[in-house]
């Protein structure tokens, strides 16, 4: 228990009677510490704990939380954690290059107790494999639906390389050229990959194997500065590449148009220039990894609490993910850090809220 103790004091000249000030807590009047609050929040979306399994733990401690009490401690930590998250997108839009990719998340609708399908969409920077010093991010955004108009908001002021898979809805962003497409060869990849599984055939063994021989080039160069990757890339890759245009193009007239297989090559070979791309740019990656490493703990964590109880739950989500996720990827403890940021962030300048990103507090706060 901490205990603070506000001495009154009173004047005997003017009558006037004085107090030391309370110090401020992260929800007002709420009884909740920032250690508290820190824990709950790493509890759910960095170890996928729901809330009710929490209030259960803490009732078997002899502590009444209630799950309504826990979810509104959660939704009062994301407010205040706002423009942290703000400062954190701001970071995420300077990059050159973003990853970019989405899952469905199941949300409450109401009145009819059933779900409906949300999605977030996730946003990263991540430079280190090209020897880039700037620190890495990844910003979530919650939308109720998957409409393209939602990555063409959340990108609006982005200019520069953007690594996604070949949805529909990142079309407009390439229409004028301020952003351009690179695609993902994971994906390309696993069309064949997923065949082959299947049934194995001598034509998607060979598309494995020649997908794979660039993989071993990227796995040689990674953490290279991108001058030295793109001279890698040209010299060694790009003779690669051409052979397998032709090859695709010569395999592509023996098929049925109606087969898997064509359906594979054609969608490598739609999106073919593209994914040349990386050769005339180091700092490109040969995937989008990236982005996908940064949704797997919402999977994992979707299977445990099965759906958000409103779109407001699932901006929440969106806020607390981006957080964590970037204290990660930063090497940074994220209980630890949101307890230092819980603790301060009401009384700090607004305008200085750059002092609790994650790599500004990183020697403080490493994880083991």
Known sequence: MIRHVRPKLACACCDAIVQASAPSRPIERGIAGP??????????FADHLPLYRQSVIYAREGVDLDRALLASWVGAASAL??????????????ANKLHADD????????????TKTGRLWTYVRDDRPAADTAPPAVWFAYSPDRKGIHPQTHLARFEGVLQADAYAGFNALFEDGTVREAPCWAL????????HAARPTPLTTEAL???????????????????????ARQSRARPLLDDMERWLRVTL???????DTTAAILYALKLWPALLRNCDDGAIEIDNSAAERALRGIAIGRCNYQFAGADSGGERAAAIYSLIGTAKLNGVDPEAWLRHVLANIADHPVNRVDD????NCAAQFASA
């Open 253 to 259: 007239d023996t098929l049925s148009r109606k087969s």
């Open 81 to 94: 954690l706002r423009p942290l998250v703000d400062a954190i997108r701001k970071h995420m839009l300077a």
């Open 209 to 231: 194997r020649r997908i794979a021989e660039l993989y071993v080039i990227e796995a040689e160069i990674r953490g290279k500065p991108p001058d030295g990757r793109r001279q």
């Open 35 to 44: 250690g508290l609050l820190a824990h709950v929040l790493v509890a759910k």
């Open 188 to 195: 390309a990849r696993r069309k064949f990959h997923d065949l």
């Open 103 to 114: 899952t469905a998340v199941p949300v409450l609708s109401p009145g009819n107790g059933k």
């Open 356 to 359: 609790f990103l994650p790599w």
